[in-house]
Structure formats: C-alpha cells, structure tokens
DNA sequence: AATGAATGAGCCTTCATTCAT
DNA sequence: GATGAATGAAGGCTCATTCAT
C-alpha cells in the first residue's frame, strides 16, 4: 500500500520531532530530517514552506492536539483539585510518552524575535489561559483562597511542570516523570490553600 | 590608559549577552559582537577559542557571580522563609537589571547535546543543590513539612521564578517583576507549609 | 473533439513562447509552461525532449514557417525595392503579431556555445542568404552599385530590422512597428544606391 | 607586492568577463568566476552583493568606459563622416580587442523583467543619443538629408555595427571586424546622403 | 597584541526530469 | 497517453575562523 500523502506529512513531522530532538534546530540538516522521514530533500518543500514552517507546523499542530487532550480530560472533573491533577498528569504522561517532542518543546520554545516565537506564543498562550481559568473558577467556588495573583499562581503551575520535564529530559535517567504527580499536587494544594482530600 | 586586557575580555562579553539578547546566539554572528565590542573579529579570537566558547564563559562566569551574590545575600538569613526571600528577590531583581543577560539565560540554556550543556549544568546544578539545602534545612528545623519531595520543591521554587521571568522577557511591557516576589512567597509559604509570618 | 496530439504540441509551444516572453529562457520554469499549457508537467516530456528542446523547435518551426512567408510575398516582386520592402514589412509585420515569440527571439538568440547556437544557426542562416539573394540579384540588375560588401550590406539591412524590433518590445510603447518599413526603405535605398522611385 | 583592492574587484571583474563570455551568465557558476580570478568563492561576496551585481557593474563600469572613448575620438572630428567613422571604427575596433567582452555584450543584454535591464538601459540609451545626435548636428549642418527618421537613422547605425559585431563573435574566425569600417561607413553615406568625400 | 580581508566548508532551496499509477 | 508527486543533483550565498600585516 502506498503512503499517502497525509502519511507523509506526519512522517516528516515525526522525523523533525527526532531529529530537532536529537541535534538542535539550529544544527539539524533538512538532509537528515528526510533521511529519517524516507524521502528525497525536495519531498519536505512539497509540504513545507521551509525548515522553520516544520519547526512552526510541528509547534502549533502538536500543541494544539496536547490542550485539547487535556481540554478533554477535564470535562470530567468536578473541583479544582482533580482539575489541577487533569493538567498536570496528562501533562507529565504526555511528555513521558513523547519524549522527543517534550526534548523540542524544551528547547526551542524561546527564540526571541523570529516568526517562530508569534507562532509559538498562541498556542502557549491558549494553555497558559486554561491553567488561569481552572484557578479562578477555584477562586469562585471557595477552594482556592482569594488573595493571589492569578498569574503568578500560574506561573508556579506551568513553571513547576516545565522545570520537573526540563529535568528530566536532562537526567536522561530511565525514572517515571509521570509518577511525580502527586508530590507536586500537595504542593500545589498547600501553595493554593485547597482544602483537604 | 589603553583598554587592558581584562576589560577587552569584559567588553567582548558585554557585547555577547547584547547580542546575543537580540537576535539569539544561532542567528548571531561573530562580526555582531565585535562591532558592539568596538573590537576587530580576529580579536576575539585571541579571548575566546570560539563562538560557543563566548556562550559557555558567558554562562559560567555570570551564573557563578549570581550565584555567589545569592550567597551573601542568604547570609544574614536567620530562617527558611528570610532564606526563600532572599532567593527570590535577587534572583528577580537580577534578572530585572540585567535584562539582556536574562534574555540569553531563558532562552540559550537549554541546547541538547552540545558541549554547551554540560558547561552549564555545573553552576545550574550549583543553584539548584543551594535552593535544595534551604529547603532541606528547613525540614530539619520543622519550618517545612517534612513528607515532600524536595527535588519536586525545587523544582517548583526554581521553575516559578524562571517561568515568571520568561513571561516578562517576553512580554516587553515595563511592569516590574521585582515586585512578584510577595505573591510568590506567599504561595511557596503554603505549598512548603512555612509557618505563619 | 479529444485535442489531438498535434494540438496539444503546439498549445505548448504557444504557451512557451508566452512563458519565455515573459520571464526569459532561463527564469521560465517547466511547470509554468505546463500550466499554461494546461497539461501535466510531465506531459512536456512526452511532446520534448527536454527544456531547451523547447527552445529549439520554437525557433526551427517559428523561423521556418517566418522565412516561408516571406518567400511567399516575395515571389510576385518585379524588382529589388519590392523584393526589400516585402522583407521588411514583413518581417516587423508579423513581429507586430506576434510579440511574445518577437521578444523570444530577440532576447534568447544569443547563446554562447550551446546546441541552441547551432540549432538556431540553421534558419537564421537561411534568413541571412535569402536577404543576400536579394541584394546579389540586385547588383546583378544593375539595381544597386556593384562595389558594396554584400555581407556587411546584409548585416545592415538585418541588424536595422532586428535593432528596431528590439527597441520596440523594450518600449512597450503602442507605437506601430510596422510604419516604420518606409523609413527604413528609404535609407536602404540610398545606402545601396537604388534607382530613385 | 600584495594584490591591492582595486586589483582584486577588477581582477573578479574581468574574470566574470571570460566565464560568462565562454558560458553564458545562467550556465556560469560563480565558483567557476572566483576560480579565474584566483581567489575564493566567498571573496566574491565582499566586492559584489550577488551573481547579478557583478553582470550588472560589468555592463555599466565598462560600458561608460567605452562610451568615454568614444567621445574622445570624436572630440578633433570636424564633420560628420568623421564622427561616424569614429564611432564605428571605435566601437568595431574596441569590440575586436575586448572579444569576451564584446560576447557578454551581445548575448547578455537582452534579458527581459530583470533588474539587469535598467541598469543597463542606461549607459545604452547614452550610447543611443551620442549617435543620434551626430545625426542631428549633420541634418543642422546640411551634411544629412532632413527628411530621414533620427531613431530609425539611429537604429541601422547602431544595428549595423551590432549586427556585424554578433556575426564576428559566431563566426569564431580570424577576420578582422575593424577592417569593416569603410563598408560601413559607405553605406551610412549613401543612406544618410552625406556629401561626397 | 590587533586587525580585517580572505577563506572555503557547508547548507537550504530550486527545479528539470522521472515513473508509478 | 496523461498525470503530478517525488526525486536528488546542483549552486548561490553565509559566516566562523585564519593569518599576513
């Protein structure tokens, strides 16, 4: 059966994912990308505009898929606790299961002043939302107590997250990310003033 | 009196982190910095075996001053909230008034597999051992509730100031960031379980 | 009715004689002619042999069927001020016609060293021996002065045509190519010594 | 003795003359320029902003060059056919001596859309209205008779002497093109109806 | 020590051509 | 015959690094 032409889309997608991981964006070949993907040099511009719009597309796209899974995880939830926990499980789980993708994400999410960064920043910025609204919502049902500041309430969240992937992206060490939920939980919970399990 | 030696090498790094703020240190060149530095090319070659090797001193010899400021700061500290204090307030305050440096740490830090990695990792793991016996001596003192994990404490302290000072890289606006160190605490006191002020 | 495959050749000779106008030999892209054409890229291919084989027969097919017209108009002319007025009316004629192969052919005539000279060398030869026919036979008629150089008399009587022709396309001008034959005539006339009218 | 500066960008200069001379702009590599030249590709790079700066600066730098001589030559000129026997044989003889240039010349001049078409048209369209002037000094001065067309008159001196020019490079033989001069001129006489000599 | 012109390896991208359908 | 996605060779240009002055 041939390989379609969405196929070959994701398998570039997936090759630059392996590759930025493994080298840099910056030191990566599009020669090694389509040697991973299986296709010719010329097969990546049929796709993409060029080696950036890989790193842009890869971003938005797998970014995108990422809160909506979360979105979707959620739904469910009925306080802020579990809500916190959704965000944070599925979040370390995802990474857990994606290491190249959580390895570029790490990486390559902070350029200044390229086209990259206003592409990346919607996304980003959709998710850093989403942790907002679970802790205001918090705030509106009386479990979260009233007097932070939201942002900086977020910035712990996210920043608490990034940091334990950074670390453990680094550590290359072959222990469970995932498992750290709960210990970062507690410390959410106490940092937020929710009320006991 | 001539430029001596040791301030070319200063200028050189000046001149790196304002460059390097600016457009990213893959998209910089070499030509960049010297025309800051007011130095001809070949000069900074004499100072610096390479482009990477201006990154690496950069980060060792900032970071090792940063860290040593923290330090001094933490001297007179007499408990572990005054300690997290101090911690947080001149990491910000650093940050604030050296916004280009900062600009390159966030975004620079973080390169797979380069020699850059690991010349980083030694006073990144310096700060992050400093922040982990704060918060070790703090259980020890029963200031800081003993069940939790302390690299995951860590890593939240660590991950909230960084996340907190990427947001204000990026968001260019003139808002202080200094300022965030109360609202901080506030939650690190909850989530460590710090006794009442 | 199918377009048959003599129609389908020359939609794409047309549609490269409009591409080359367009952008040059050497800018013009397969495809472009392709589009145009409204065939597949790789149907070129089944017509030519490759890029340049366009090229080629253009100017083999187009000049053929040129100087073949200009036989025709001059088979009912009595005399050697006919015979050149038939020449040049129309040849800036049917320049006027057909601007894109006049631009075609006055830009991309000029290849060094290519099989294109050599292809090309064949009808434009013939073109320089039907105009030297004309002035031989003249001299022979005692219609023009016997001690000229009929080459370089060719060379005039060409290289005036194709620098007027040359310079209309760059005016882009709507100015009439073709009402300028009785100018040219005249100074033909005197500078070949024709009887006066 | 060291290359000067000036030495060097002529050097490239006249390479590229020789390169495209042999193969044409569009076939001609700039590794192949740098080559002749005797220096290194990138070097190229520090005297020309691009492939098409150095075709364009080639045509302007010694098209001006060429256009001077010809006024010189024409300074001690007391009539007509003086001035145009110095244009002709300057322009026949100049073109014998630079054979390359007189190649890039012929065959490069004619690109349509480009950039290069305006820089070019202006050192041209100079060398147009030198000749049409002559030819307007010698209607004032009774020498040309008034009736003639001046862009058409303009046209098959200059198509003329091009036309011969072209001929000369193809023929690829060893007869002189200077040599040609009176041919011409006795034409131009007839044509113009300059005075007997 | 300082310079900056020169170097040349390296890479992104284009596009004529092919070939499986 | 017709298609157009895929190919991959080729080349213009950049820029870190060198070295003669």
């Known amino acids: 059966m041939a390989v379609s032409r969405e196929d070959k889309y994701e398998r570039i997608l997936d090759a630059a994912i392996e590759a930025f991981a493994e080298v840099g964006y ?3 070949q599009v020669s090694k990308i389509a040697r991973i993907a299986g296709v010719a040099d010329g097969t990546i511009y049929l796709y993409f505009k060029n080696k950036e719009d890989i790193l842009i597309r ?5 970014m995108g898929d990422f809160i909506q899974l979360i979105r979707s995880k959620m739904e469910s939830c009925q306080d802020t606790r579990s809500r ?10 995802h990474m857990e299961n994606n290491r190249a993708l959580a390895t570029v994400t790490q990486v390559e999410l902070r350029q200044p002043n390229s086209s990259l960064y206003s592409a990346i920043a919607v996304p980003l910025r959709e998710y850093f939302r989403l942790v907002e609204e679970v802790i ?14 939201v942002r900086v309430a977020r910035q712990m969240v996210f920043g608490t997250i990034d940091r334990a992937t ?12 995932s498992k750290e939920t709960d210990c970062m939980l507690k410390l959410f919970s106490g940092a937020l003033g929710l009320p006991k399990e």
């Not at 890869?58 to 797998?62: I, N, P, W």
Request: hydrophobic share 35%.
């Open 84 to 93: 916190l926990r959704a965000i944070v499980h599925t979040h370390l789980t």
């Open 166 to 177: 950074t670390d453990w992206i680094f550590a290359r060490s072959e222990r469970s990310l």
């Open 136 to 149: 205001e919502e918090g705030i509106k049902q009386n479990e979260i107590i009233p007097s932070l500041n």
């Open 26 to 28: 910056h030191s990566c």
């Open 58 to 62: 890869l971003f938005t796209e797998r």
